[in-house]
């Protein structure tokens, strides 16, 4: 199945990377080679085959319910959180106003 | 005295040891390498500093007695570790200027062991790609040359080094430092370590923790060590593996010591060579070098049987769907507001702004995958795609475990080519994407594999030859790679012309 331009288009509004008229145009070709050379894998006769989940069988674990176990990856580290934000405002992230 | 940088990471810890030279003059040597290679593009950030501070410590770790498995052994970062208080990009605009607050479990292993750092390596953009052409900081060179082209070796063609770690691969053939880290996703250690003619190995899924390291496509993703031979990967892998729990796929198994079991000696082991990877057309100097490979392996004991993997074909075309979806979901995390680029239009809302930060610090590498992996997950396409590759990655998979009830390790070529010139490839994504094909099927089953220089072709181009092994036993992938590495005697290096 080859996709069109409105599908680019929709496809990047998806991904949220804009695109310019040129730059879709491109990428139909691309998109289109690639997904035609994907779809043969419709040929292979997967009856029965349940699809991957882990390639190496492990279980989940779950941690143990103690508050900053490890403090790496435990709270109380708002500057660090911070201090790779491109436009951070009293201690938060900023973004541009939302509410009219 | 002996140029230090020629050293192997075993060479330097043993010579450190027994007190030959100092971790300082080993640090030195190198960042004087480092500083001379500009050409290669091969490092995003030199850090000189790091390697000496690490290199006094080793010794006085010395004279205290105190030594530890890597100490005064200065190696290379891949620009996709985060690294504590030093930029780390993943050759990106995006993750320009992004110092990380925190310090990957890899790395932090690696410092804890006496390593120091060199710097951070270049590298595919987000690791995507095979010829390290797609990083927003210039394309690495590598130190190789075809053996025509002119009488200057400095006006004949540039090659690529392989990608994604391609940094990696051209600093440890340029000697610009021992061992490097890379990582693996389908090929990134193995291709561009086969490219310049060193060895690496990716583990098994699972082995080395995955936190800090930029995620590409979680369910692939493998950190490894690259080096001049097999002990030296062998030493790194022992330091870098372990279990983490703040990895949730990370293994909980102790580390084996795999550099004292390293042994050649293949007597009663079984060795695989699949039907399937025999292609047509391919370059005769990959098929006889495979050949070579095999003889060699009988030469050290094994037994060699042919042995079939009948989805081999279907692997690259399920990689390029699970990959690119776990990619479009990852990077979903560069929205321009915690942090990276930000590009906030004149009056544009949030949507606005997510839209144009992308468009700005995303490559047209990294904007294909994640346009393939936002198609392959949308509503209607989910089951035809993505779904359907994951049922065909689980055949993958039970095509190797069938394979192993009749061999121990596979023997395979790593690359279909040795390496190509930059821009060869860059036209046609596709064609790139193949010379991922005999690397991309261990990758799908999480299998541990390694790459190790078997000769020269015709151009005078290192050619690599692969050896996957069962999950776990990454001892079979070395020793047989040991057993390719005595018997084929590589010496070969790249003549300086950068």
Redesign the interface.
């Known amino acids: 199945m080859s996709i069109d331009q409105a599908t680019v288009r929709k496809i990047a509004s998806l991904a949220r990377i804009a695109i310019s008229d040129a730059e879709a145009t491109a990428m139909e070709g691309e998109l289109n080679g690639i997904l035609g050379w994907v779809e043969q894998l419709g040929e292979v006769d997967v009856t029965g085959v349940e699809p991957m989940t882990a390639v190496i069988p492990n279980s989940l674990r779950l941690r143990d319910d103690v508050i900053n176990a490890d403090p790496l990856t435990g709270g109380n580290r708002r500057d660090d959180v911070l201090a790779n934000a491109p436009a951070p405002q009293h201690g938060f992230f900023g973004v541009p106003k939302v509410i009219e | 005295m002996t140029d230090l940088t020629n050293l192997t990471v075993a060479g330097i810890r043993d010579g450190h040891r027994a007190g030959d030279f100092s971790a300082v003059e080993v640090a030195e040597a190198f960042s004087a390498n480092v500083a001379g290679a500009k050409a290669l593009n091969a490092f995003i950030v030199e850090t000189p500093e790091h390697a000496l501070t690490a290199a006094k410590a080793a010794d006085a770790d010395r004279a205290a007695g105190t030594l530890k498995p890597l100490s005064g052994v200065p190696i290379g970062m891949k620009d996709l570790f985060a690294t504590k208080g030093v930029q780390t990009t993943a050759a990106s605009h995006m993750l320009e200027g ?5 310090e990957s479990t890899v790395s932090q292993k690696l410092w804890d062991a006496g390593a120091g750092m060199l710097g951070k390596l270049n590298l595919d953009q987000f690791a995507m790609g095979s010829s390290n052409e797609t990083s927003y900081f210039g394309n690495v060179i590598s130190p190789w040359r075809r053996n025509d082209g002119g009488p200057n070796l400095k006006d004949r063609a540039a090659l690529a080094p392989g990608g994604s770690s391609g940094g990696s691969s051209s600093a440890i053939a340029a000697r610009l430092c021992p061992a490097a880290t890379g990582t693996d996703t389908g090929g990134s250690i193995r291709q561009p370590a086969a490219f310049v003619g060193i060895s690496g190995i990716k583990p ?3 082995r080395c923790s995955r936190w800090g390291i930029v995620a590409f496509a979680s ?2 993703d493998q950190a490894g060590p690259m080096a001049r031979d097999v002990r030296d990967c062998a030493i790194m892998l022992e330091v870098m593996a372990g279990f983490d ?2 990895d ?2 990370s ?2 198994l102790p580390v084996p010591n795999w550099e004292a079991a390293l042994s050649s000696d293949l007597k009663g082991k079984k060795v695989g060579i699949p039907k399937e990877y025999r292609l047509e057309g391919i370059d005769p100097d990959i098929d006889a070098m495979w050949d070579a490979g095999i003889a060699m392996l009988k030469d050290a004991g094994a037994e060699v049987v042919e042995i079939s993997l009948p ?1 081999t ?2 692997a690259l ?2 990689y ?2 699970i990959a690119p979806a776990e990619a ?1 979901s990852n990077l ?1 995390r560069y ?8 590009d ?1 239009p004149q009056g ?9 930060t ?2 700005e610090g ?1 490559g047209p590498e990294v ?2 995958r ?3 992996g ?2 392959v997950l ?1 509503a209607g396409f989910y089951d ?2 993505y ?9 993958i ?1 039970r095509d190797f475990e069938q394979a192993f009830a009749s061999c121990d390790v596979i023997l395979a070529p790593t690359a279909p080519s040795a390496a190509f010139g930059l821009g060869e490839k860059t036209a ?3 064609s790139m ?1 193949l010379n991922d094909v005999f690397a991309v099927p261990a990758s ?3 299998l541990p594999a390694m790459s190790v220089p078997a000769g020269l072709n015709r151009e005078g181009l290192p050619i690599g030859l692969q050896i996957i092994g069962k ?1 776990f036993d990454e001892q079979g992938v070395l020793n047989a790679g040991l057993a390719i590495e005595e018997r084929a005697g590589f010496t070969a290096r790249a003549e300086k012309w950068w």
Request: zero cysteines; hydrophobic letters at 40%; proline letters at 5%.
């Open positions: 992004f110092v990380p607050p925190y098994t899924y699972g369910s692939l729990a703040k949730s796929t293994l909980d989805h074909k279907y075309p399920a390029y769907i479009s979903a929205d321009g507001v915690r942090y990276g680029l930000r906030l544009a809302g949030l949507q606005d702004m997510y839209a144009a992308r468009a995303f904007k294909r994640i346009m393939i936002t198609y949308s035809a795609y779904t359907q590759a994951q049922k065909v990655r689980t055949l998979a046609d994504p596709l994407y799908l089953a999480g999950a």
